[in-house]
């Protein structure tokens, strides 16, 4: 759901995203150092991708040069970063970008009414994908990014989609462990299942207190003309001030005014 970089990192070097690529050929090696940066990283030293990746130094060296060649990489004072041709390949993908399109009216209007940070993920296997963070005027201390990742359990963007996954898609959330990222995060599948049979039958997801001290959040899915969840909207709101139940039937619209739309095209 929300945006400081720690947790967020943390969770992205431990849940798993795709299957590895193939380090004996030139193009897993390239992808390998790719996926090695995450959406905190300002700057990486050819030491710290080395450890990230395993590559030896020599070779590192090379696939490093190659993509500040093709633009894919950025170098500065001995630090690698990601390139804007990485960028300006993300916002071709095709999916994400007609998604963003139908869903931002629907979500700045959602954001104008309530005032609090609202977002739209995709699942990627067993993690949600931030698509689009939409922060209001008073900012909220939430663990997400948009190009950012969190697991599927524990955030009200997750449960919404996860509630609406194959049946697989949980069993690998339970078998990788239900982690503890506040003493309120629930980490019993019983109490998981049953939370999510709550949001197939009243269409959305909450979260209180679970990924974030002190931030609490009210998320629906988004289905496409299939009837299958492809995404999820929410609202996050420090426990001071917001109260998810109150949201939950602006959260509800803005889900079901995509969908429509969607649905439409």
């Known amino acids: 759901m929300t945006t400081t970089g720690t947790p967020e990192s943390s969770v992205e070097g431990r849940l798993p995203r795709h299957p590895g690529p193939d380090a004996t050929t030139v193009l897993g090696k390239a992808v390998l150092v790719l996926r090695a940066f995450t959406t905190e990283d300002r700057g990486v030293t050819l030491a710290e991708l080395g450890r990230r990746t395993g590559l030896a130094k020599g070779t590192l060296h090379r696939v490093c040069g190659d993509l500040v060649g093709a633009g894919m990489l950025e ?8 390139g804007r041709l990485m960028f300006e390949l993300g916002m071709r993908a095709s999916v994400e970008r007609d998604l963003l399109e139908v869903a931002t009216p629907f979500l700045e209007e959602l954001r104008a009414a309530v005032d609090e940070t609202v977002h739209l993920g995709v699942r990627d296997g067993t993690e949600v994908v931030y698509v689009a963070k939409l922060v209001g005027h008073r900012q909220t201390a939430a663990p997400s990014r948009a ?6 359990s524990c955030t009200a963007v997750g449960k919404a989609l996860l509630a ?10 339970v078998r990788a462990g239900l982690t503890r990222h506040t003493a309120r995060t ?9 939370q999510l049979e709550q949001v197939r039958r009243t269409g959305v997801a909450f979260e209180f207190e679970e990924s974030r001290t002190g931030v609490v959040c009210v998320g629906a899915p988004v289905f496409d003309s ?7 909207v929410s609202v ?8 998810p139940q ?11 005014g995509i969908s429509a739309t969607l649905a439409r095209g």
């Open 75 to 82: 170098r500065r004072d001995g630090h690698y970063r990601l």
């Open 147 to 152: 190009g950012g990742r969190w697991g599927l």
């Open 164 to 173: 609406h996954a194959p049946a697989e898609v949980l069993d690998e959330v």
């Open 186 to 194: 629930v980490t019993a599948p019983g109490i998981l299942a049953g």
């Open 226 to 232: 299939r009837g299958e969840a492809v995404a999820a």
């Open 236 to 243: 996050a709101g420090p426990v001071t001030r917001f109260r």
């Open 246 to 256: 109150a949201g939950a039937d602006r959260v509800r619209a803005a889900a079901r």
